[in-house]
């Protein structure tokens, strides 16, 4: 059974850190792809960050370039996103997300707050 789950969201003040983690089990996670999304309220789910299994290459939609960095620690199967230089704008409920025998499974996510 896939599970995906996430955690390290909360309320941060714009120009703050958070870590966001996502655990996960009954998949081999160190031969595949992981993918971080966010969903903002009234907006579509979007794509944030993507690693590949070995984490060599990894991909980031723009609005988070310089400030957004996906890693991933196979030996524990989880993987992880650090923010920083946070806005408004980031916050969103933030879902893990792999794609498994042509399956995509996702976490229930992790709410990210960036407010004064």
């Known amino acids: 059974q896939v599970q995906l789950v996430e955690s390290g969201g909360g309320l941060v003040q714009p120009g703050g850190s958070l870590r966001l983690s996502c655990a996960a089990s009954g998949v081999t996670f160190s031969s595949l792809g992981m993918r971080w999304y966010r969903q903002a309220p009234g907006k579509e789910r979007e794509l944030v960050a993507a690693i590949g299994g070995a984490g060599g290459s990894t991909n980031y939609v723009d609005s988070v370039k310089g400030r957004f960095t996906i890693s991933r620690d196979n030996a524990k199967n989880t993987v992880y996103l650090q923010m920083n230089s946070l806005t408004p704008e980031d916050t969103a409920v933030y879902y893990c997300?792999?794609?498994?025998?042509?399956?995509?499974?996702w976490g229930k996510g992790t709410l990210v707050t960036v407010s004064s």
């Open positions: 997300n792999v794609n498994f025998f042509a399956m995509n499974f």
